[in-house]
């Protein structure tokens, strides 16, 4: 069964730190990768996604994320945060060939950044 | 043009009892998907409706139903409410073409708290 694991549910940093928040999958098979965000008061939205190609994936906001397949990783990063990126950090999964709609959450990272 | 609308946003109910939730979705999307979300944990899949038919199911109960009108909109039901149905219930809709384009948007859910 597919499965995701977000390392960190609670993360606090500074303006101006760098984040990486981490991502694992487990799934037997090929995989779209996926980072939703919600900022507070706000809908889920999508960060960004892997299908295939380049590892080094490129969002909004200056998010970025690299799929590492034999460590069934996909962690997020950005090299310097602002007080707006807080919010809660969804990552997720699901087999190539499906549906976006049915897609696997992880149990989310809260970031609160400090100003 | 409006996003995904769901309603309402909050719900009261007791065990035992039945449940309908309504979702509308962003104009010019064909697709209505479902998920719960309980407290601390990430959005779970329930189902997916195309063309007036579930296509896709998670792992839930046949207590879960849902349904879709000609308008694209959808309801979800839950019969024989549980306490552990309470829960941020969430829609997203999307246009199913091609699924590496497929982008789910996420309307701001319904809060149902069984007693």
């Known amino acids: 069964a597919q499965s995701v694991s977000q390392h960190n549910h609670h993360v606090i940093l500074s303006e101006a730190a760098s984040l990486e928040l981490g991502c694992n999958y487990s799934?037997?098979?090929?995989?779209?990768l996926f980072w939703y965000v919600q900022y507070p008061g706000q809908h889920l939205q999508l960060l960004l996604k892997y299908f295939s190609g380049d590892p080094l994936v490129k969002g909004i906001k200056g998010f970025e994320a690299e799929f590492i397949k034999s460590k069934f990783s996909f962690n997020l990063r950005k090299p310097s945060v602002q007080w707006s990126d807080t919010a809660e950090y969804f990552c997720?999964?699901?087999?190539?060939?499906?549906?976006?709609?049915?897609?696997?959450f992880g149990s989310g990272t809260r970031l609160s950044i400090r100003p | 043009d409006a996003g995904v609308t769901q309603s309402p946003t909050h719900l009261i109910k007791t065990r035992g009892q039945q449940v309908t939730l309504r979702c509308s979705p962003k104009?010019?999307?064909?697709?209505v998907s479902w998920y719960q979300q309980a407290l601390g944990q990430g959005p779970q899949f329930i189902f997916q409706?195309?063309?007036?038919?579930?296509?896709q199911r998670g792992n839930f109960p046949d207590r879960f139903s849902g349904h879709q009108y000609p308008n694209y909109s959808s309801e979800l039901n839950v019969n024989a409410l549980l306490l552990g149905d309470s829960a941020l219930y969430l829609c997203?809709?999307?246009?199913?073409?091609?699924?590496?384009?497929?982008?789910?948007?996420f309307g701001s859910g319904t809060q149902l708290s069984v007693l």
């Open positions: 104009s010019g999307h064909d697709t």
């Open positions: 799934y037997g098979g090929t995989v779209n």
């Open positions: 997720a999964v699901n087999a190539q060939g499906s549906s976006a709609s049915k897609i696997i």
């Open positions: 997203a809709s999307s246009l199913l073409g091609q699924i590496t384009d497929e982008k789910l948007f």
């Open positions: 409706y195309y063309e007036e038919e579930e296509r």
